[in-house]
C-alpha cells in the first residue's frame, strides 16, 4: 500500500493493561504501588492515572463489556531503587515471578490481580 502522505506518530499518549474487574485493580494498583487514579470510568470499566513524569497509565475492560479481556505484557513503571521497591511490593503480599538485570537496567516482574505482568524498572546511570 502506497500514500502520498504518512502517519507521523509523535508519542504515546497512553500505555494501559486489560482488567476484568476494575474495582479489584484499581485497588491492587493502590494498595501495592500507591497509585491513585485520576479518573475512574464508571460501570467498573477501570481507571486512568497520570504519573509523575506526565505519562498517562490505564486500567481497561469491565469484565468484557466494552472489549474482551486479555492478559497483557510490557509496562515497566521507572523506580529510583528497585531493592527497595522490591521489598515493598513483596511486604504488601505480592509474589515476584523473575529479577532479573541487563548492562542497562535491573527490574522485577510480578504480576498484578488480572494476570498482567507488571514490571518495576531501574535504570543504570552511564
Known amino acids: 500500500m502506497t500514500s502520498a502522505t504518512t502517519v507521523r506518530v ?7 493493561y486489560m482488567c476484568q474487574d476494575g474495582a479489584r485493580a484499581i485497588a491492587f494498583y493502590r494498595d501495592v504501588l500507591g497509585l491513585e487514579p485520576a479518573l475512574v470510568y464508571s460501570d467498573n470499566r477501570g481507571a486512568e492515572y497520570e504519573l509523575p513524569d506526565g505519562t498517562t497509565f490505564g486500567l481497561w475492560g469491565g469484565g468484557g463489556k466494552v472489549m474482551p479481556f486479555q492478559p497483557s505484557n510490557g509496562i515497566l513503571f521507572a523506580v529510583d531503587d ?18 532479573n538485570e541487563t548492562p542497562n537496567c535491573r527490574m ?13 524498572h531501574e535504570r543504570k546511570t552511564p
Open 10 to 16: 509523535k508519542g504515546i499518549d497512553l500505555s494501559g
Open 82 to 99: 528497585l531493592g527497595t521497591a522490591v521489598e515493598t511490593v513483596k511486604a504488601r503480599g505480592v509474589t515476584i515471578v523473575m529479577q
Open 108 to 120: 522485577a516482574m510480578f504480576n498484578d490481580s488480572e494476570g498482567n505482568s507488571v514490571f518495576l
